[in-house]
């Protein structure tokens, strides 16, 4: 039965139904009882996995098909009217002319399957920013992780139909189909508020409330309404006098957002009386406050994080938000207690069990047990040191912006900008080594504007504008800094420990944000001075070893000029003089 009046809810569902054919409709309300059903429908089916009721109570395990592991950014559009409007960097087809190519594709699609309609809310619905979006799936295990990942239901339902124009909602369409790779379309409709994915059942390409709505279409709302969707992880540190100050930071996928979100301080931190607290760790919705400082509220309500890697000494925080009532997809599922293990969990494979593809697995043939992109989906209210702000409708005040990538050479392990336009400018050289997160290779360094260049919803070079015109209108803007944890030695091992040691970095720059910790000019822009990084109980980092991460390579940096230079010329005259003015000051330093 349908749960609402609204009679664009109701149009639009009837539509989708009758392209692609369910044997059943049925409306997610979001009740536990409803959700309990639906996991015993999946159990039944074999969809999902039960695990341990008593080490991991309300846990599942989910397998993807094998060839359906990650994001798909050369199956991923942007589809606005007008070419122009996607950029260089989007795919890009005519709208009209890709109604057509999908509407043969969900055409029947649902025949003998049950479509869920999800009502779903970015951030906490009763929030003047929510966003409202329905997503219709024939996955339960969609369903299951959209109802951990965002606010869903009938209290969405009533936002929506008490709000300004109860038809102003995302359109989501996710069908499974035949989980076709060649026929595999991630589509954003940017003016039509809609986005359609078919042919997939992985995470990113399904829950259309993370990085399709709340990245791509947000984004593109953003430039229109004067605010901007961001790949950032919001972040609280509580000093010894008990003030939190916030910054947020943009990484790309699987470089270190979800590790930083939740770090724990290094001991001589924690004595003095730090805390660190996590508002989010994927996406950050930025606005101008009534006080003129930026504020961020994070849209989502769980983590969709990376489980290899993840273990009781690098992410603590992360483990214990994933022992209950968490579904994990494409780890190791270890059949002695019905548990589940991932490549850098412990240093104790599981002896009797199935990798992420079902099959028995022996961890002596080499291979990897858990897939690289295998991940948790876990509430973030779970999170010991989830914010006492995540829910607030205001989100909370940032006072630093932070880039960062994997980069082996060149990027130093911190420096901060001279001022917003040059913050811009660095944001808009970002590069970073690829990762598992998207289908293609790994390794390969390539430019990662601002972290957004596989969810950037319009045209790079407009939205490199937008920042720009941000910047002028925030009266009391934060600082924006540049981070690399990855740089390497001659035998390719991280120098800097990263993980919790990242704090003595955060340190530094939420110093400089509130003018109490000092720097020096450099090329690049400001930076510390080795003395001013807190090394007090790291014995591994020498002076000299963090001189060297703070060093900047001329020659290198000449060679990343040239390399800017060739990747700017993409954007023609939707280039901001502005950042080639930078780019010129940069060369001209490094002359
Ligand atoms: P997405 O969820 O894909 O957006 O990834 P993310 O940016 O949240 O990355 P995450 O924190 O999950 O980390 C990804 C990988 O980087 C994991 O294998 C981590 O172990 C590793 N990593 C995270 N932080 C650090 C760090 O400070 N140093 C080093 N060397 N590795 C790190
Ligand atoms: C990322 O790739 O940045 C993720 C995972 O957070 S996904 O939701 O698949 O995009
Ligand atoms: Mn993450």
Request: proline share 6%.
């Amino acid at each position: 039965m349908a749960l609402t009046n609204n009679k664009a809810v109701l149009d639009w569902v009837e539509e989708m139904a009758a392209m692609t054919q369910p044997d059943a409709v049925v409306w997610v309300d979001g009740s536990e009882a409803q959700l309990d059903e639906l996991r015993g429908q999946a159990l039944k089916s074999g969809e999902i996995i039960a695990l341990n009721e008593e080490k991991l109570p309300g846990c599942f395990l989910h397998r993807t098909a094998v060839n359906d592991v990650a994001r798909v950014e050369h199956r991923t559009f942007i589809c606005s009217r007008r070419e122009e409007d996607a950029g260089p960097t989007n795919n890009w087809m005519d709208p009209q002319e890709m109604y057509a190519k999908l509407k043969r594709l969900y055409t029947g699609a649902m025949k003998g399957r049950t479509m869920y309609v999800i009502p779903f809310s970015m951030t906490v619905p009763e929030s003047p920013f929510a966003k409202f979006g329905i997503e219709i799936t024939d996955s339960i295990y969609v369903v299951l992780n959209m109802a951990i990942m965002t606010r869903i239901g009938l209290r969405v339902l009533r936002c929506l139909d008490a709000s300004k124009d109860p038809s102003d909602f995302t359109k989501g369409l996710h069908a499974k189909a035949e989980i076709d790779e060649e026929n595999r379309y991630i589509v954003q409709f940017p003016e039509d508020n809609a986005i359609w994915s078919i042919n997939s059942g992985y995470g990113g390409n399904v829950l259309l409330g993370k990085k399709c709505f709340a990245l791509r279409i947000a984004s593109h709302l953003g430039h229109n309404e004067g605010w901007m969707a961001e790949h950032m992880l919001i972040l609280g540190i509580e000093n010894p006098q008990g003030e939190v100050r916030y910054l947020a930071a943009a990484f790309p996928s699987a470089c270190g957002k979800t590790n930083l979100a939740m770090l724990i301080p290094p001991e001589i931190y924690k004595k003095k009386g730090y805390k660190v607290w996590c508002v989010g760790d994927d996406i950050a919705w930025l606005r101008i406050g009534p006080d003129g400082r930026l504020w961020a509220v994070n849209p989502e309500a769980g983590f969709f994080g990376v489980a290899p890697g993840t273990n009781m000494k690098s992410n603590p925080n992360a483990l214990l938000s994933t022992q209950k009532n968490t579904i994990f997809t494409n780890v190791v599922h270890n059949l002695d207690d019905n548990t589940v293990w991932w490549e850098g969990l412990d240093k104790n494979p599981p002896a009797n069990a199935l990798n992420w593809k079902g099959e028995k697995w022996d961890s002596a043939d080499g291979s990897k047990g858990a897939h690289p992109n295998s991940r948790f989906t876990a509430p973030a209210g779970q999170c010991p040191c989830i914010s006492d702000k995540f829910e607030a409708p205001e989100g909370v005040p940032i006072s630093a912006l932070v880039f960062g990538g994997r980069r082996a050479k060149t990027a130093p392990l911190v420096y901060q900008s001279r001022d917003w336009q040059h913050g811009v400018f660095v944001g808009s050289i970002m590069a970073s080594e690829t990762t598992a997160a998207a289908s293609g290779a790994v390794g390969v360094v390539r430019r990662d504007p601002m972290a957004m260049l596989p969810f950037c919803g319009y045209h790079m070079g407009d939205y490199f504008r937008h920042w720009l015109e941000m910047g002028k209108r925030i009266p009391k803007p934060p600082k924006i800094f540049n981070v690399n944890w990855f740089r390497t030695d001659e035998d390719g091992g991280f120098i800097w420990p990263g993980f919790g040691d990242n704090m003595r970095v955060l340190d530094w720059i939420i110093g400089r944000a509130f003018d109490e910790a000092d720097a020096v000019e450099s090329p690049v822009g400001y930076l510390p001075k080795a003395e001013d990084i807190n090394l007090d109980g790291l014995d591994k980092i020498s002076l000299e070893t963090l001189r060297s991460l703070l060093s900047i390579d001329k020659e290198l940096w000449r060679e990343e000029a040239r390399g800017i230079h060739e990747f700017y010329e993409k954007f023609g005259d939707h280039l901001p003089r502005e950042l080639r003015d930078e780019l010129a000051k940069l060369e001209a330093n490094l002359a």
